[in-house]
């Protein structure tokens, strides 16, 4: 997936999902597979300390293919939701197939319920690095330099390999007119690959 802005993390890991038969009042687990979901989390969620799960609904034939519409039946709000059905869009088509049973009992496909839990705990640190050095940047566009130095140093207690945040202290100690951290910070930046 492609990042278009920088209000998106990435994240590359498994998690591991509960598929299940959706009904009316009651949901019924039917089997578990692994799918990725490269973003996790918007910097609104991160925010807000936004937890909990989102319910995604579509339907799967007896390929395995999905056949209707992907849709949120519950969600969270501040950006989650689109991200998770922008994760499960571009996810590759090949689920697991219901079973004869399944099929023969809801008429060829089967309507899931897949519960998609988050948790700020999930974040690893250089997602938090990459979060930092954004709100760093923001604060160097609204002229604050010295909170902006201190969200760049939490990036780098994050990742001490972080080229941005070192640019970013650069650019913070130039707007203080520090101009000796500022060539130090600049040094360090381009040693640790920022171009």
Known sequence: MNLDSGNYFIRESFLKILFAISFTFIIVPCFSQEKKFDRLY???????????????????NEKGLIKESIKISKGLGYGLDELALEAMKSSPNNWQPPSKEMLEKYGGTVKFTLPVRLSLSQIKDKEW?????????NLIKQNQPDDAIVL???????????????????????????????????????KKGYR
């Open 129 to 137: 690095a990459i979060y930092y050095t954004e709100k760093g940047y």
């Open 42 to 60: 918007t910097n609104e969620a991160i925010d807000n300390k936004i937890e909990g799960v989102i319910y995604i609904q579509f339907s799967v």
């Open 152 to 190: 760049f140093q939490k990036s780098l207690e994050k990742q001490t390999r972080n080229p941005n945040a070192l640019y970013g202290i650069y650019q913070a100690y130039e707007i203080k007119g520090d101009t000796t951290n500022a060539k130090i910070y600049l040094t360090k930046a381009y």
